[in-house]
């Protein structure tokens, strides 16, 4: 059944919701016919498609090319496009108009944009727009500079209570649902129990109505140290090296291309390629 808004929100309280990250084509396609609820297309696509430090320098035109390729490769999955940083910072108007992009030339379903009550205004003309949001609160990765660095959020009563205060908020103003990264589980749990529409958890526990993840960390395609909320559900890096390294023996080798590989000649023209000078 193709997952819309309407489903994932009726899905509150029921079947755990899966997301998983894409950006581009061909691994949407892998996504959609894993049976997952929601493909994001992530800012996150600055570090691990871009090769950037932080998602800051992401822009709209990224987002729009990768949302609309993962789109074509998509049938059944949510399609949910991150807007990138100051791409709704400067007013309403500006908003609406940027996130239209991603609807119109992106193919996104909905769009994703970090921060709380103050963007209210934002949700809400995006909303009126009929175009459907989602939340982002805990760490907003956008936020990183002002955070001094990538920190869980709302470790004290005082940063508890705005976050719980800020997912209310955000829901009031029409958002469909909300992610909360790296929140102190029994917090993400309390906020889960307090709305009406779902959460997505990532670094939030397991009480959340359903999780995400970057699909490069959790399958071995990054190396080094990940994220404590990281489990690595295979190893498609160590797969793929392996797969060059073999392909580069055989052709160092000259085993590849083998007979089966090679097209040959037309029946009774070897005597005319004899003729060639």
Same mark, same amino acid.
């Given at each position: 059944?193709k997952?819309t808004?309407?489903?994932?929100r009726?899905a509150?309280?029921?079947?755990?919701l899966v997301?998983?990250t894409a950006?581009d084509y061909?691994?949407?396609?892998?996504m959609?016919?894993?049976?997952?609820?929601?493909?994001?297309?992530g800012?996150?696509?600055g570090?691990?498609?871009?090769?950037?430090?932080d998602?800051?320098?992401v822009?709209?035109?990224?987002m729009a090319?990768?949302?609309?390729?993962?789109?074509r490769?998509?049938?059944? !999955? *949510? $399609?949910?496009?991150d807007m &990138?940083?100051m791409?709704?910072?400067?007013?309403?108007?500006d908003? @609406?108009?940027?996130? #239209?992009r991603?609807?119109?030339?992106?193919?996104?379903q909905?769009?994703?944009?970090?921060g709380?009550?103050?963007f209210?205004?934002e949700?809400? !003309? *995006? $909303?009126?727009?009929s175009? &459907?949001v989602v939340?982002?609160?805990g760490?907003?990765?956008q936020? @990183?500079?002002?955070f #001094?660095?990538?920190?869980?959020?709302?470790?004290?009563p005082?940063?508890a209570?705005?976050?719980?205060?800020?997912?209310?908020?955000l829901?009031? !103003?029409?958002?469909?649902a909300?992610?909360?990264?790296?929140v102190?589980?029994?917090?993400?749990?309390?906020?889960?129990q307090?709305?009406a529409i779902?959460t997505?958890?990532?670094?939030?526990?397991?009480d959340?109505?359903?999780?995400?993840?970057v699909?490069?960390?959790?399958?071995?395609?990054?190396p080094g140290?990940?994220?404590?909320?990281v489990?690595r559900?295979?190893?498609?890096g160590q797969?793929l090296?392996?797969?060059?390294?073999a392909?580069a023996?055989?052709?160092r080798?000259?085993?590849?291309p083998?007979?089966e590989?090679?097209?040959?000649l037309?029946e009774?023209?070897?005597k005319?390629?004899?003729?060639l000078?």
């Amino acid at each position: 059944m193709k997952n819309t808004v309407v489903t994932f929100r009726e899905a509150k309280g029921g079947e755990k919701l899966v997301m998983i990250t894409a950006y581009d084509y061909s691994t949407a396609r892998v996504m959609d016919a894993a049976g997952v609820n929601a493909i994001l297309v992530g800012d996150s696509l600055g570090m691990v498609m871009l090769g950037y430090e932080d998602t800051l320098s992401v822009t709209l035109d990224d987002m729009a090319r990768h949302c609309a390729a993962v789109a074509r490769g998509t049938r059944e !999955a *949510l $399609v949910v496009c991150d807007m &990138p940083f100051m791409s709704y910072h400067t007013g309403v108007e500006d908003t @609406v108009r940027n996130a #239209g992009r991603l609807i119109v030339q992106g193919r996104a379903q909905a769009v994703k944009l970090e921060g709380g009550a103050a963007f209210c205004p934002e949700v809400r !003309a *995006l $909303v009126r727009a009929s175009i &459907p949001v989602v939340g982002h609160l805990g760490l907003t990765p956008q936020s @990183v500079n002002a955070f #001094g660095g990538y920190k869980v959020q709302g470790k004290t009563p005082t940063a508890a209570q705005k976050l719980l205060d800020d997912a209310r908020a955000l829901q009031d !103003a029409g958002a469909f649902a909300l992610v909360l990264e790296c929140v102190p589980a029994p917090l993400a749990a309390k906020i889960t129990q307090a709305l009406a529409i779902p959460t997505i958890g990532i670094g939030a526990g397991p009480d959340c109505d359903g999780q995400v993840l970057v699909w490069q960390d959790m399958t071995g395609m990054n190396p080094g140290k990940l994220p404590r909320f990281v489990k690595r559900f295979g190893e498609v890096g160590q797969a793929l090296r392996g797969a060059v390294e073999a392909y580069a023996r055989e052709v160092r080798a000259g085993t590849f291309p083998a007979e089966e590989h090679a097209y040959p000649l037309p029946e009774g023209a070897e005597k005319t390629f004899r003729k060639l000078k």
